[in-house]
Every structure is written in structure tokens, then in C-alpha cells.
């Protein structure tokens, strides 16, 4: 009777985005509870990822099992190779439940809608009783945002912004009002970095990970991207997080601002805070991402101009707020949206980097060797080029869930198929991010040393942005021309003379047809 009563009969299940020692699950030791993470085959399998990010979460669960089993909790850690692994939720918490007679199934709301979804069906079959807690992470719940925009025209997230300011009294004053009288300082953050400014070197970490490579190297996953297992550059537990939080707040938020959209080839991460994949996976939170950066500003507010601040606050309680309600609205609608009805094939060099496109070979190599471009590369280089090339948003998708460290599909979707394609025909962005050259070596150092020619529209190495630009405004005009924030466009395209529009658009034409030889 004894050995039954101390026996845990509540199973509760903790995913790999979900390593949130704050929760408060964690706060006391309670013996009737088995704590389960596993590494399944489900998981590494939906879509090719980056190795750097399997390997980054298998090695931040498998440290955060171990500080909970420290802390006394008691718990089942399932690792991808152990021989009783089902390799799908379903089929493991069954088995646990079976093997430790549990009676109660607990969980956190997962992030991904496919998630959330197989929880659901998962509760109903199990024939025990459930109960599903929030993380305890977001500045906002999951349908705060829709609730916000109810019966407003549009979903600008700049609104959406003022809101989460106000409401978390952040950066405002005691009357609601921002704290310096302005809400956004984003006109002075929009620099292109000197040629010769030599950017602080990103912090990075000496992980050794062999083991888990050779675990995952065993079977026959399949990953892009390469790694020095025994030197993981990312952080792997809470201390490393907060590490990397500390040298960007103190290092690099001076200049985050400013050089925020700038794109050099010397320098992959340049003052990003590269923090994602810490928050994402929920080692640390927002809330101590943006209280850090206040508290230093406030100590130094002569060094950290406020743009450099305001820059990564709205980052934070303003974008990724905003993509993750806007994920929440309109899921599952939003996975097969393709406003321009785009079905191109993804280029063969994405997977590679070997393309003679500077701009193109640079981002994408720098995302296969770290698993990490920043924004604007994301954005206006590789996110660009493939809509200027008419790409299926499906295969798009596909490759930025897979490529960067960060990538969940809450935050990746809504940034590629929204911000980035355009597929949902605007309710993210309100106009497509697409930009020729000129936009490209304004922000950046790539095209000097180009084989491409960034001035030349046609004719024998005439950079392919700037045809394919035209091209994209030629081909949607229908669903593009009354946009007033791109009807300047139209008036220029409109004034050309005929024989300039038809080199332009074959040019395009030839760029599109020899895709993979660019
Ligand atoms: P910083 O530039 O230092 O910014 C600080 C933090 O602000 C980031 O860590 C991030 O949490 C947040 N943030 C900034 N911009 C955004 C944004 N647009 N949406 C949501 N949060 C933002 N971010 C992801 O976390 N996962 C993704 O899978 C992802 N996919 C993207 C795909 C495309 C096509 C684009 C254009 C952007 C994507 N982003 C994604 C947003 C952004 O590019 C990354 O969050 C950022 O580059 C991460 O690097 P960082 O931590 O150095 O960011
Ligand atoms: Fe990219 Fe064109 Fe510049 Fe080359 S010239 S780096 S292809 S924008």
C-alpha cells in the first residue's frame, strides 16, 4: 500500500520550446508528479532543420532535465536512441501512463497550432482526466491580440504596440504617454555600417556535443547545415542564456539601432542580440530580456541612445507579440495562403549558398554554417529574392522552418508567408518587402564585390533583383496598383517607354528560366 501511495500518479509533460524553469510547476517539489521530456523521431522529422538547432534543443532539454532532477523533481527523460522510444507523443505518454499507472495528464499550451491540435486528440483518447496550463511566458495571451483588433480596419502592429507599452508600463511615463513623447525612434535606426567599422565579435560558447551528434548521426535523420559539435556556439542552459543577454546589453545595444538593418559580409550577426533561440525555448523570458536592456540604459543613458532602446523593446513586446497573436488569429487559414498564387520551385542554391549573388551567397552560407541570419538578411535578401522569383510560399516556408535556429512555426510563418511573401495578401505587412539593388547596397557591403553588376537592369551581368523587380509590379499589377504605398511604382513602371518594359521583362524571363545558374 505504502510503495503505491508514494508512486506519481500525475504525469505532466514538458516540450523542447517549453524549458521554463520560472514556471510555476516548478516551484515545489511535489512527489506525486513525473515530469516527461522526450526526443522523438515526430519532432526532428517535420520538416529538414538546421543541425546546430537539433542539436540545440535535444542539449538545452537534456540540461534541463538534469537541473529539475537536482532540484529533486522526479522525471523521465527519453532520449532519441533509447530502446523503448515510440517516437510520437501519443504513443510514449500512453505508454508511461501504463507503466506508472497515472491517473491525471498535464500540460502547457503548446505554441505550434499541429501541436496544440495533436494535445487535443491526444487528451480525448487517453481516458484519464487533463488539465493544460500557459507557459507563463508572452507579455500576452493567445487571443489578446484578435480581441484587440476586433472591429478595426487593419492589424498595424505599431497600434498593437502603443498597446503593450501602455499596458505593461514600459518606457511610459505615469499619464500613458511615452516616456520621451515619442513612441518610435525607428528613422534613426536605419544606417549602413562604414566600410571600415570592425563590429563586436558575437559571444559564442565551446559546446561540447559529440555525443548528441553522434546519436542523431546514427539514424537517418536528415539535417542541412553544418556544425563543430565539440564547439556549439549556442547558449545550451539558462546561465549561458543570460550570458549572452548580458554581452548584448552590454556590448551591443550601444549600436543595435543604428546598424539594425545593415548587412556586411564580414560580419554575420553584427549588434543583433541573437536571444531568439534562448527565448524561444523559453530559457529565458521577454519580460527579463526588456527589463535588462531598460536597467542598462538607465545606468548609461549616455552611451544606449534611446532609439538603440525603444529599436529592441518594440522587437520584443511589439513584434513577436504581435506575430504570435496574429498566429493564433488565423491559424490554420494562414498555412495554404498565397496571395499571388506563386508556385515556383525554391532555387537549388538555397541549400547550398553556391550562387555568383553576393547578397544571396552570404546570407544564405552565413544561415548554413551559424543556423542564424538577422532580419533585414532574412527579410530583403533571401525572403526577396524568392518572392521576386515567384516561389511557392509552401517551399519557402519549408526552408526557413527548417534553417534557423529560432525557427518555430509561430514566429517563422507568420514572418515568412506574412511579413516576408506577402501570401496573406496583407495583413501583416501592408505592402510586399521586395527591393532591386539600389535597396540592397544602400543597406549593405555585398554588391561591390558582386559578379553581378548592381547598376545594370539588362544585358550581360545585370544584377537579377533589378529586372525580377519590375517584373514582380508587371505580373501583379491587377492585385498590386491600388495599394497607395506602392502606387509610385506603378507610375514610374507606367512612364517607361515599351522597348525598356519588354528588355526588362526578358530579361526577368531569362533570370527565371535559368534559375539554378544564377
Ligand atoms: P534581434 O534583431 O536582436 O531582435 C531581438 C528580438 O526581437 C529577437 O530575438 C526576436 O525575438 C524579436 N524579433 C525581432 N524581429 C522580430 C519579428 N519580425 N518577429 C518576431 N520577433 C522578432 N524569428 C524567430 O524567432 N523565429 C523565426 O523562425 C523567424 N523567422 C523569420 C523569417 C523571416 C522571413 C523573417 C523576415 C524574420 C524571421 N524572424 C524569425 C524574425 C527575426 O528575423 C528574428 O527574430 C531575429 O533575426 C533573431 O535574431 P536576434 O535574436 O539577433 O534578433
Ligand atoms: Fe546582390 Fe545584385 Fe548586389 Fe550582387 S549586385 S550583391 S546580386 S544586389
Same mark, same amino acid.
Given at each position: ?9 500525475? %504525469? ?6 517549453? %524549458?521554463?524553469?520560472?514556471? *510555476? ?59 523503448? #522510444?515510440?517516437?510520437? $507523443? ?7 501512463? =501504463?507503466?506508472?499507472?497515472?491517473? @491525471? ?8 497550432? &499541429? ?13 484519464? *482526466? ?17 480581441? $484587440? ?12 504596440? @502603443?498597446?503593450? &507599452? ?18 518610435? !525612434?525607428?528613422?534613426?535606426? =536605419? ?5 571600415? @567599422?570592425?563590429?563586436? *565579435? ?7 556535443? *559529440? ?26 542552459? =539558462? ?14 545595444? +550601444? ?9 556586411? +559580409? ?9 536571444? /531568439?533561440?534562448?527565448? #524561444?525555448?523559453?530559457?529565458?523570458? +521577454? ?32 513584434? &513577436? ?18 496571395? $499571388? ?58 526552408? !526557413? ?30 505592402? +510586399?518587402?521586395? /527591393? ?39 505580373? @501583379? ?33 531569362? !533570370?527565371?528560366?535559368?534559375? #539554378?545558374? %544564377?
Amino acid at each position: 500500500m505504502d510503495k503505491i501511495k508514494k508512486a506519481p500518479n500525475v %504525469l505532466r509533460l514538458i516540450l523542447g520550446d517549453q %524549458l521554463n524553469i520560472k514556471h *510555476s510547476w516548478f516551484k515545489t517539489v511535489d512527489k506525486n508528479v513525473l515530469y516527461v521530456l522526450m526526443e522523438i523521431r515526430s519532432e526532428t522529422d517535420y520538416v529538414w532543420h538546421h543541425i546546430q538547432k537539433v542539436l540545440g534543443f535535444f542539449a538545452a532539454m537534456r540540461h534541463f532535465a538534469e537541473e529539475l532532477k537536482v532540484s529533486g523533481h522526479q522525471l523521465k527523460y527519453i532520449h532519441l536512441s533509447d530502446e523503448g #522510444n515510440l517516437q510520437s $507523443f501519443e504513443k510514449n505518454l500512453i505508454q508511461i501512463i =501504463r507503466d506508472y499507472n497515472i491517473t @491525471h495528464f498535464e500540460y502547457q499550451l503548446p505554441d505550434e497550432y &499541429r501541436l496544440d491540435e495533436e494535445f487535443k486528440s491526444i487528451c480525448n483518447k487517453l481516458l484519464i *482526466s487533463s488539465k493544460v496550463y500557459d507557459t507563463e511566458h508572452f507579455f500576452s495571451t493567445r487571443t489578446e491580440l484578435a480581441n $484587440f483588433f476586433d472591429g478595426k480596419k487593419n492589424y498595424l502592429m505599431e497600434n498593437f504596440y @502603443h498597446y503593450m &507599452r501602455k499596458k505593461h508600463h514600459i518606457l511610459m511615463d505615469n499619464d500613458s504617454q511615452p516616456v520621451t513623447g515619442k513612441w518610435n !525612434y525607428d528613422i534613426e535606426n =536605419r544606417k549602413k555600417i562604414p566600410s571600415k @567599422h570592425v563590429a563586436t *565579435s558575437p559571444y559564442i560558447f565551446e559546446n561540447d556535443l *559529440s555525443d548528441i551528434y553522434e546519436e542523431i548521426k546514427k539514424t537517418d535523420i536528415v539535417t542541412i547545415g553544418t556544425v563543430n559539435p565539440t564547439n556549439f556556439i549556442w547558449p545550451i542552459t =539558462r546561465a549561458q542564456c543570460l550570458k549572452v543577454l548580458k554581452f548584448f546589453i552590454t556590448e551591443c545595444l +550601444p549600436l543595435f539601432g543604428t546598424y539594425q538593418d545593415s548587412m556586411t +559580409p564580414n560580419d554575420w550577426s553584427l549588434y543583433h542580440s541573437r536571444i /531568439s533561440f534562448a527565448m #524561444n525555448s523559453k530559457m529565458i523570458s +521577454p519580460l527579463e530580456v526588456v527589463n535588462a536592456a531598460i536597467e542598462e540604459w538607465k545606468k548609461h543613458p549616455d552611451e544606449i541612445g534611446f532609439n538603440q532602446l525603444e529599436g529592441f523593446v518594440r522587437q520584443i513586446i511589439g513584434w &513577436r507579440e504581435y506575430m504570435r497573436g496574429m498566429y493564433w488569429l488565423n491559424m490554420p487559414d494562414f498555412e495554404t495562403t498565397n496571395f $499571388f498564387n506563386n508556385k515556383n520551385k525554391l532555387p537549388d542554391w538555397y541549400w547550398t549558398g553556391k550562387t555568383k549573388m553576393n547578397c544571396l551567397k552570404y546570407a544564405i552560407g552565413q544561415s548554413l554554417n551559424f543556423a542564424y541570419a538577422h532580419h533585414i538578411q532574412r527579410l530583403m535578401v533571401t525572403g526577396n529574392f524568392a518572392l521576386l522569383a515567384g516561389t511557392d510560399p509552401d517551399e519557402v516556408d519549408q526552408w !526557413y522552418l527548417g534553417i534557423y535556429i529560432d525557427a518555430i512555426q509561430w514566429v517563422e510563418i507568420t514572418n515568412t508567408r506574412g511579413m516576408s511573401q506577402f501570401a496573406d495578401g496583407g495583413m501583416i505587412g501592408t505592402k +510586399p518587402y521586395v /527591393s532591386s539593388a539600389s535597396y540592397i547596397n544602400k543597406m549593405s557591403h555585398y554588391c561591390g564585390t558582386c559578379y553581378y553588376d548592381k547598376d545594370k537592369k539588362t544585358g550581360d551581368k545585370a544584377c537579377p533583383f533589378n529586372s525580377l523587380y519590375w517584373n514582380f509590379y508587371d505580373q @501583379h499589377s491587377a492585385k498590386l496598383s491600388k495599394n497607395p504605398r506602392i502606387g509610385m511604382m506603378y507610375k514610374i513602371w507606367d512612364k517607361m517607354q515599351p522597348e525598356k518594359k519588354s528588355e526588362l521583362l526578358n530579361q526577368a524571363k531569362y !533570370y527565371l528560366e535559368n534559375i #539554378n545558374d %544564377l
